[in-house]
């Protein structure tokens, strides 16, 4: 099934040409299909050749995708998104939190001016604290700075009544995983697990917040293609690749999630609701970055969108349990440092064209 633009009758408004090609790309738009969806996107800006903000958002409204992502709380951006009624995420930037962690008047500060100054024209729903903080090494010393960080930045929004139901989480990589195999023997590192990830989990549990997880099959199976099966990692076998006692994994992305559960119920913390805060697959890579193609990808994030939205919801640990999930990316990001895979992760050209059919629909 393909999709296709919402259209006033009559509106014969001539379309900006980024518009334009992907009107005639979006054939037909299911008429069951939810703003509020389960799929979000993200929206990273690390390039210099993309489409201004407002010209972004209205792609995203033509994709009738109900939730975004960004990785600061830009102005500009959330000027776009005002009055659009798109669920939005916002992000304490990495640099920021320790300030925030360390003064809860730096905090009350950064919620003013990037929250309650929007609010209610811009739908924040969530202040993610960081993006994969606990991966980098090069800022251990602010670790410890993460959960109060996370707990003064709701403490400044509890202080404005029309902001207490904005969730306040942080974007962890799956890497916070020691052991993710088999799933049940899921386990946190050591060198987080007591100081940071039961604290974590603790504030989860209390304020009924989602647990953000940037998860990746692409680089666990790049990491290991002999042992582990392409097939597995694209959601395409049918079949029971990994028996994990009375559970069986048909794909990948299934069993990271529940060792992620498995090590959150070692912690003692069962109910934690999961988000996926970023997943995808590369369209492109160098000579030794083995599978990033546009038809993998397309596999990829198209078998996704039917795992998030069919019938089948949850993993085998969390059968019927929807989890909101936000795909990597909505654009490449062309200024992005590293191998080419950084740069190649995009839904869309800059021009609004589709690197590949993609449906959101199921």
């Known amino acids: 099934m393909a999709l296709a633009p919402c259209k006033k009758p009559g509106s014969r408004r001539r379309q900006p040409t980024f518009l334009l090609s992907i009107r005639i790309m979006l054939l037909f738009l299911s008429t069951s299909a939810d703003c509020k969806s389960m799929i979000g996107i993200n929206y990273g800006r690390v390039a210099d050749n993309l489409p201004s903000p407002t010209q972004v958002v209205t792609l995203i409204q033509q994709l009738k995708i109900g939730r975004v992502k960004i990785y600061d709380a830009d102005p500009q951006v959330l000027t776009a998104l005002a009055n659009t009624g798109l669920q939005v995420v916002v992000m304490v930037k990495n640099q920021e939190v320790e300030g925030v962690g360390s003064s809860e008047a730096t905090a009350d500060d950064w919620v003013q001016k990037n929250v309650l100054a929007w609010h209610p ?122 028996e994990d006692g009375s559970l069986g994994y048909t794909n990948m992305l299934d069993a990271q999630l529940d060792a992620l559960l498995a090590a959150m119920a070692r912690l003692g913390f069962e109910k934690v609701k999961l988000w996926i805060s970023e997943t995808g697959w590369p369209t492109k890579g160098d000579a030794d970055e083995l599978g990033a193609s546009i038809p993998n990808a397309a596999l990829y994030n198209n078998r996704l969108v039917n795992w998030a939205l069919g019938d089948t919801k949850g993993t085998p640990r969390l059968p019927g349990e929807a989890i909101p999930t936000f795909i990597f990316a909505l654009f490449n990001e062309n200024l992005k440092p590293g191998p080419s895979t950084e740069r190649n992760w995009g839904l869309l050209y800059p021009n609004g064209t589709f690197v590949y059919a993609f449906d959101l629909t199921i």
């Open 121 to 242: 024209a811009v739908n924040i729903i969530t202040v993610a604290v960081g993006n994969e903080i606990l991966s980098d090494f090069t800022i251990q010393r602010i670790w410890p700075r993460l959960v109060p960080a996370i707990k003064n930045i709701h403490s400044a929004l509890n202080r404005y009544k029309r902001l207490s139901h904005v969730k306040v989480t942080t974007a962890l990589s799956i890497d916070c995983l020691e052991i993710s195999y088999p799933p049940s023997n899921g386990t946190f590192r050591n060198d987080i697990a007591t100081p940071v990830i039961a604290l974590l989990l603790q504030f989860l549990t209390e304020t009924k917040a989602p647990f953000f997880i940037n998860v990746y099959p692409y680089f666990a199976w790049a990491s290991n293609p002999q042992q582990i099966s392409l097939n597995y990692a694209l959601f395409v076998s049918d079949t029971v690749v990994v």
